[in-house]
């Protein structure tokens, strides 16, 4: 069974243009997760998607952040414009809600973001 | 504010010594605390998880250990090998209303042979 797969692995930008990153979790999950680790710190959510649906956005960090789920599969997240703080690396994860309340959450390898 | 503190930030341990990463929480409607396991080009990957109910589990060379009145949950690592080198977070999360994983920062370990 494949993997959650993030694309691209790493993306190098200048300040003020736009982003794209785009996650595909395992194939079944309807739980999506947007996280992001800034250098040294600690992985902080951003968004949770059930199917199409935003569930939460409480950890986005501002408007410059737009995340989609077009029909429940993959999922982009785009940053625009880019700024110097928005580097690190952004991590997606997907689950499989069981009905217990307890899922394991799959995380993909990362996308590092470096705004110059 | 960060609701889940971890330490130390980085360890360097010894082939086959004990490996000791510490975590504290603040939120106590958290019922659920996963580690995590990341290594280099990698995602995090779960290693081990327990919740409140228990005071200890164990897994292998991995023992999660738990207090629930002092809100610390540690991470022990037996027989540290250097195939352990990696960086472990510790998290927390609610069963129900929000599903989101809170993290700590993170603890670099590295196994010297």
């Known amino acids: 069974e494949a993997g959650v797969t993030q694309f691209p692995s790493h993306s190098v930008i200048e300040k003020g243009q736009t982003v794209t990153l785009r996650c595909d979790p395992i194939s079944g999950h309807d739980n999506l997760y947007w996280y992001r680790r800034v250098m040294g710190k600690e992985i902080k959510f951003l968004l949770h998607f059930v199917k199409e649906s935003k569930q939460d956005e409480s950890g986005m960090p501002n408007n410059r952040f737009l995340a989609e789920r077009t029909g429940g599969t993959y999922s982009t997240l785009k940053v625009q414009p880019a700024e110097l703080e928005d580097s690190g690396v952004y991590f997606c994860?997907?689950?499989?809600?069981?009905?217990?309340?307890?899922?394991?959450?799959?995380f993909g390898p990362g996308t590092r973001l470096t705004v110059l | 504010q960060q609701q889940v503190k971890q330490s130390p930030q980085s360890l360097i341990v010894q082939k086959g010594g004990i490996s000791i990463i510490n975590c504290a929480y603040e939120n106590t409607a958290f019922d659920y605390f996963p580690w995590y396991q990341q290594f280099p080009g990698k995602g995090p990957a779960l290693l081990i998880a327990i919740r409140p109910d228990v005071s200890e589990k164990k897994e292998g060379r991995f023992t999660i250990s738990f207090n629930k009145s002092a809100k610390q949950f540690s991470l022990h690592i037996m027989d540290s090998q250097p195939g352990d080198s990696a960086t472990y977070f510790c998290a927390a999360r609610r069963d129900t209303g929000r599903r989101a994983l809170t993290f700590g920062s993170g603890t670099r370990l590295q196994v010297q042979p």
């Open positions: 994860a997907s689950s499989y809600l069981q009905g217990s309340g307890t899922d394991t959450q799959y």
